[in-house]
């Protein structure tokens, strides 16, 4: 089944809206198979974001990740990369649909809330980042 990383950025945590995001991740029928709360070191924000070491936000982006702790997960269920990503919104909180998280809760593009993998090889990679081996929970959902 697929799973894939979700993260709920240091203003989430602070502005109180991991419960939240958890349920509706829990209502739209997907399991919970990994969660932590958790600083993020340096080293792994710059290696969890290095598709963007060029970008002019790079240093912004790894000092924001790492201010405050950050809710971390793995959400499994049919199609759930791409699911989540709608749930999400558009990265650019201005731009996306009010019923999405962004769109919910979020005003700018660098504390917009939370982070979904964009595909199957960035949800494997930043699931092997986050989650080292038995990090993760097996176990039958019924419902
Ligand atoms: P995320 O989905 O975590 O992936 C990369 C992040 O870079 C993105 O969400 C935004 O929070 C952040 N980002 C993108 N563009 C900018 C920008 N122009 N300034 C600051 N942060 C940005």
């Known amino acids: 089944m697929e799973k894939t990383f979700i993260m709920v950025k240091p203003d989430g945590v602070q502005r109180n809206l991991v419960g939240d995001i ?25 290696e969890h974001y290095g598709e963007h070491k060029d970008k002019p936000f790079f240093g912004e982006l790894v000092d924001f990740i790492t201010s ?8 499994e269920g049919e199609n759930v990369i791409s699911t989540a990503r709608k749930m999400m919104g558009a990265t650019n909180p201005a731009e996306s649909d009010i019923g999405t998280i962004r ?10 809330v939370i982070h979904g993998s964009d595909s199957p090889e960035s949800a494997e990679r930043e699931i092997g980042l986050f989650f ?12």
């Open 22 to 46: 958890v349920s509706r991740f829990e209502q739209k029928g997907f399991k919970l198979a990994g969660a932590k709360l958790m600083q993020i070191p340096t080293e792994l924000a710059e």
């Open 68 to 75: 405050g702790p950050v809710f971390a997960m793995v959400w």
């Open 103 to 112: 769109g919910d809760y979020g005003l700018t593009v660098g504390k917009n």
């Open 132 to 143: 080292k081996e038995g990090g993760l929970v097996e176990y039958t959902k019924d419902a």
